[in-house]
């Protein structure tokens, strides 16, 4: 049972370069979510989906897409990496938003 | 959306004394206050938490008290100890969304 894991744990991309990090989850969760942590700002919700085929925007989605297609898996998209997305991701996931399980996090670096 | 503001942002302490951490919340129809402490380079952990409908709730050296007037609530930490150095995030949640607070780094000096 590892809980929720996410790939990679480190990237370095170019200025608009695509990428999906991906987050993947064992414990058959329905509720699922990726956030950003930047300095002094704490975690930001980018996107959430409370099951397979549905998805919504948090507070900072603008860059980003998600899919659901598994009640498993929940990635990331970058379509065109900005300096502005250098931020660490986690991804989490939990029978509803209020008991999430976070996983160790994506250290993205944009040049 | 929820706006949640989360002080001080910086603490240190003498092991062995008291922390507190406070907290506001902007919509009033949040109904549920986590915490989390989220350790160097770990994943935020939930260490407590509070629902509407409860004013206090303690687990061992930490508490959490809520005032649903005010829109604010607090962690206690009593008797620190060294492994309490972290950061700490406050949390609202209503409508499918947690919205945390900015965190407060806590440094617990021996």
């Known amino acids: 049972n590892a809980g929720v894991t996410q790939t990679p744990k480190f990237q370095v991309l170019k200025t608009g370069q695509s990428m999906t990090l991906q987050c993947a989850q064992d414990m058959n969760h329905e509720y699922m979510s990726w956030y950003r942590q930047d300095p002094g700002m704490g975690l930001r919700l980018i996107h959430y989906?409370?099951?397979?085929?549905?998805?919504d925007q948090g507070e900072v989605p603008n860059g980003y897409n998600v899919s659901r297609s598994t009640t498993e898996d929940f990635p990331l998209r970058l379509l065109s990496a900005a300096p502005s997305q250098t931020s660490v991701y986690f991804c989490?996931?939990?029978?509803?938003?209020?008991?999430?399980?976070f996983g160790p996090g994506t250290r993205l670096l944009v040049l | 959306g929820e706006n949640v503001e989360q002080h001080p942002s910086t603490l240190s302490v003498q092991e062995g004394d008291s922390a507190v951490i406070k907290c506001t919340y902007s919509?009033?129809?949040?109904?549920?206050f986590p915490w989390y402490k989220q350790e160097l380079g770990k994943r935020p952990q939930l260490i407590i938490d509070i629902r509407s409908n409860v004013g206090e709730k303690k687990d061992q050296r930490i508490a959490v008290t809520l005032n649903k007037t005010a829109k604010h609530f607090s962690l206690h930490i009593t008797e620190t100890q060294p492994e309490d150095s972290a950061v700490y995030f406050c949390?609202?949640?209503?409508?499918?969304?947690?919205?945390f607070g900015a965190g407060t780094t806590v440094t617990v000096r021996a």
């Open positions: 989906s409370v099951g397979a085929g549905i998805t």
């Open positions: 919509d009033s129809a949040s109904n549920y």
């Open positions: 989490a996931a939990g029978p509803s938003q209020e008991t999430q399980y």
């Open positions: 949390a609202a949640t209503n409508d499918y969304k947690l919205s």
